[in-house]
């Protein structure tokens, strides 16, 4: 099953919209594998972000993830990621689609109050960078077959 790292960033948690994210995705019908609610310390944030390093926002961005706790998931489904990055609405919140977690509760894109993985590669990739493997759970629904065609 495909899989999406999600973080609720500092702003998210700090505006008390951990609940709100959280219900969205368990609405959706995704499945979640794993959550811990942590301090990002500034070397998981560098190589989380390591592919912006040099860009005029990089130094804000590391500042930002690391400067209050974050909720770390990880959501798994068919098409996983392009489902959570639907629901949580283009980077600029002024992009964003109506009804989306950006459009609904952000202004600026450096408070866009979610990360999710942008292809099922990275989604691999992150959960491994963010999670242990005993962190993250196998696990059915009772309800996988009314929300899961196969
Ligand atoms: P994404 O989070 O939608 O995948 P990315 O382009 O990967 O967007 O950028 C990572 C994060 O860096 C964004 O979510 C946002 O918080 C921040 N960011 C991106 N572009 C800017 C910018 O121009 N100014 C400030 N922060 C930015
Ligand atoms: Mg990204």
């Given at each position: 099953m495909e899989?999406?790292?999600v973080l609720v960033k500092p702003d998210g948690v700090q505006r008390s919209l951990l609940g709100?994210?959280?219900?969205?995705?368990?609405?959706r019908g995704l499945r979640l594998a794993g959550a811990k609610?942590?301090?990002?310390s500034k070397a998981l944030a560098e190589e989380h972000y390591a592919i912006h390093k040099g860009k005029p926002f990089y130094d804000g961005l590391i500042a930002y993830i690391t400067s209050a706790p974050v909720m770390a998931m990880v959501w798994e489904g068919p098409n996983v990621v392009a489902a959570i990055r639907q629901t949580m609405g283009a980077t600029h919140p002024l992009e964003a689609a109506p009804g989306s977690?950006?459009?609904d509760?952000?202004?600026?894109v450096g408070r866009n109050i979610t990360h999710a993985s942008d292809s099922?590669?990275?989604?691999e990739q992150e959960a491994a960078l963010w999670f242990k493997q005993d962190e993250l759970i196998s696990w059915s629904r009772?309800?996988?077959r009314w929300i899961f065609e196969k």
């Open positions: 899989r999406s790292l709100e994210v959280i219900s969205r995705l368990e609405r609610f942590m301090q990002v977690i950006r459009h509760f952000a202004l600026e099922p590669e990275n989604g009772d309800a996988d």
